[in-house]
């Protein structure tokens, strides 16, 4: 079996007890009490659902969240520069900015040429966001259909994948963690039979479909089955 690959995680700052940290590089003045904010519990969430699919794998984590969520262009485009340079072979993107400025394309266009495979996620609803909507991307939104084990061929204009958005003890739901948890599974696939074999077989193809229940029951969710 393939070694487990690195990943490079652009996100908020992980604690240095985190399991599987190789090395972090903070490309942003962090808060004093940054290991107590909003990024570094994001960051902690992330890695965590990368590895609940490939626990074997080693983080890169690239910090440009200071505390809270919110960080420069320059930081951002600073960690995928380093990305690129770096030995990781998949690299994660749990944010999305509103505009596709040239210096966040070159720089996305740069991680990609280098033979690395990026993961942005992606919202259900409102405009794109990049790096998500940028060429070559796995972009990924939540799907309810999927376990965490799963993720779904959506072919839709904002996300091409969908994955679990959730999971067990963990206190945040979305595209965030559906990216991770997608992140995770080609991990995992790199170190088995490789992600073009994994993206053969989604467990759902389509959107989501919502079906209208009877009256006083949660609606229900249905697809059509994957093509395999």
């Not at 200071?66 to 993107?93: D, E, F, N």
């Not at 965030?176 to 193809?205: E, I, V, Y």
Request: glycine share 10%; aromatic share 4%; net charge positive.
């Amino acid at each position: 079996m393939t070694p487990a690959p690195l990943i490079a995680l652009i996100d908020g700052p992980l604690a240095a007890d985190t399991p599987g940290l190789a090395a972090r590089t903070d490309f942003c003045e962090l808060h004093p009490r940054a290991a107590e904010s909003p990024a570094a519990q994001h960051a902690g969430y992330m890695a965590a659902a990368i590895r609940a699919n490939a626990p074997a794998v080693q983080i890169l984590n690239l910090s440009i969240f200071p505390g809270r969520l919110a960080t420069s262009l320059a930081a951002v485009t600073k960690a995928l520069h380093h990305a690129a340079r770096s030995k990781a072979q998949i690299v994660h993107c749990s944010f999305g900015h509103a505009s596709a400025s040239p210096e966040l394309v070159e720089v996305v266009a740069a991680v990609l040429q280098a033979g690395k495979l990026l993961v942005a996620s992606a919202p259900a609803r409102g405009a794109p966001v990049y790096p998500a909507a940028c060429p070559g991307v796995h972009s990924v939104q939540g799907d309810a259909r999927c376990a965490p084990g799963q993720w779904s061929l959506l072919n839709l204009p904002g996300a091409r994948y969908g994955a679990c958005p959730g999971g067990p003890g963990m206190p945040v739901r979305g595209a965030s963690l559906a990216a991770a948890h997608f992140t995770g599974l080609l991990a995992r696939a790199c170190m088995g039979g490789g992600a073009a074999t994994l993206l053969q077989t989604p467990a759902f193809t389509g959107r989501e479909r919502i079906t209208l229940p009877p009256p006083g029951s949660a609606p229900l969710f249905q697809s059509p089955p994957a093509d395999r």
